[in-house]
């Protein structure tokens, strides 16, 4: 099978030229001007950009937490994904406390085996790591699991002492792996929610004023202090403030192997998403929360000037009827998690190159190629070159939408709101290519469940 995108605006993270893109199976086998190939289809996409399908290095699909499982499976949500342009998602596979991580990666194997739609990759979240245990390690990065999450949050769940985040990271350290952490302290933040229900505030708006900035700062420093004596990169997840960015900051400007995503909910949503009298506010329960409006333009310059290096979604929807609402009378039993796989592409798009704060090279950087880089998925993914993974995406950057989870081109995600309800963007993925074939197309579904590969990752190959 091969096919040819003739007539593009060809840009990856440093490129921007018109050339003709020839696909041979899987994979990208020659760019150029006019090519003279006869291919099996030819997809014509004058006016378009072409871009490398999108990598969104943090997704939960089919994730038991909160009492219940996150709304997605790895049959939708990766569907949902390919919608929005994106071609790879790292998920976290989770090690059940007192049982091995490598247990932990064959459940998540048989979640994800014959459903999913894009190729995915996974890291595995750490809940104990006793000295015995260690070698596990080793074995994962060797089965193409080369990071790990820990959680300093959610005390009694997933949570992990600084004792356990110190072994685990040297190991990784010596491994040539990175970690990736959950920087917020649960431990103080517990005790917060504890004062706040038992003055009787129980509305989803205390989520957000029981977890403040300062105990995100705080985890950001504590986790790189831990990780600089281990020796260990580490990579933080969904970082929501000003405060906390300011932590990596100052640890890249020393010269600490440090890094950093943020999410769309912390660029486009606030703290005013809260205000609500009735429990409408649950829908925006997510860990870190919203924070207030300000901080936005301080992530925008973090991106903008290199200290964050990606936007990632942490997907994690769960349904506002049946599942948000297990905490209509206590904040803290609402499920933590909102949606966001498919439209992060074009969110960005919009509030970063129509709104002039990023380049377009810049976008296709922190939506793909940073994180493919990150986490040993370059150059399979993450870029368009000879040789590299046909994932690729027909970006049309002219054209608008509202997202709505009623308008059928920007909803695909089996959850019952969309988190960015009524928002327009500017800039849509019209056809999207995984592997060299076509996936998504005039808004149909063409791809198939268990047409994603899993994807054996490399060791972190920074320093960048
Ligand atoms: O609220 C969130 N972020 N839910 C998913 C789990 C996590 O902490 O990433
Ligand atoms: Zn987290
Ligand atoms: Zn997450």
Redesign the pocket.
């Known amino acids: 099978m091969s096919l040819l995108i003739r007539n593009g605006r060809v840009v990856t993270a440093v490129d921007d030229y018109h050339a003709d893109i020839f696909v041979e199976d899987e994979t990208v086998s020659l760019i150029g001007r006019n090519l003279d190939v006869e291919a099996d289809r030819t997809i014509d996409a004058a006016g378009r950009l072409v871009i490398p399908g999108g990598v969104d290095p943090?997704t939960?699909m089919d994730?038991p937490?909160g009492g219940t499982t996150s709304a997605d499976d790895f049959e939708t949500g990766t569907r949902a994904a390919a919608f929005g342009g994106t071609t790879t998602i790292v998920d976290f596979a989770i090690q059940t406390k007192g049982h091995s991580t490598l247990e932990g990666l064959e459940t998540w194997h048989e979640k994800a085996a014959g459903k999913a739609g894009i190729d995915y990759g996974f890291h595995m979240i750490v809940t104990d790591m006793e000295d015995d245990r260690l070698w596990e390690m080793r074995r994962l990065a060797d089965e193409g699991v080369t990071s790990y999450k820990m959680?300093m949050?959610?005390p009694g769940v997933l949570y992990v002492d600084d004792g356990t985040l110190f072994r685990a990271m040297r190991k990784a350290g010596e491994d040539g792996t990175l970690v990736c952490m959950?920087a917020e302290n649960g431990i103080v933040i517990d005790e917060i929610v504890k004062i706040a229900l038992a003055e009787g505030k129980t509305a989803p708006k205390y989520h957000a004023l029981t977890r403040p900035t300062r105990m995100e700062a705080e985890g950001v420093h504590r986790s790189i202090a831990i990780a600089e004596v281990a020796g260990v990169p580490v990579y933080i997840?969904?970082l929501s403030c000003a405060d906390a960015l300011e932590q990596v900051t100052l640890a890249r400007d020393r010269g600490a192997q440090v890094f950093a995503e943020t999410c769309p909910q912390y660029l486009f949503l606030d703290l005013s998403h809260y205000d609500h009298d009735d429990f409408e506010g649950a829908k925006y329960?997510?860990?870190?929360p919203l924070r207030e409006k300000w901080n936005q333009e301080h992530l925008w310059r973090g991106l903008g000037f290199g200290d964050l290096q990606s936007i990632s979604t942490?997907h994690?929807p769960f349904c506002f009827k049946d599942q948000k609402v297990l905490g209509i009378d206590d904040f803290s039993k609402i499920p933590?998690?909102?949606p966001g796989v498919e439209n992060r592409m074009s969110l960005v798009y919009n509030g970063g190159v129509v709104g002039g704060r990023l380049s377009v090279n810049k976008f296709v950087e922190l939506t793909s190629t940073a994180a493919a880089k990150l986490f040993g998925l370059f150059p399979k993914k993450g870029t368009i070159a000879v040789g590299s993974d046909a994932d690729i995406v027909v970006f049309n950057p002219e054209r608008r939408e509202t997202i709505s989870i009623d308008n059928p081109h920007t909803h695909h995600m089996n959850v019952d709101y969309n988190a960015y309800e009524g928002t327009e963007v500017q800039g849509v993925s019209e056809i999207v290519i995984s592997r060299g074939r076509v996936v998504v197309e005039d808004n149909i579904w063409h791809g198939r469940a268990g047409g994603g590969n899993f994807i054996k990752r490399g060791l972190f190959g920074g320093p960048f």
Do not use: K, S
């Open positions: 943090h939960h994730m937490f959680f949050a959610y959950h997840v969904h329960v997510m860990t870190p942490d994690c933590n998690g909102g």
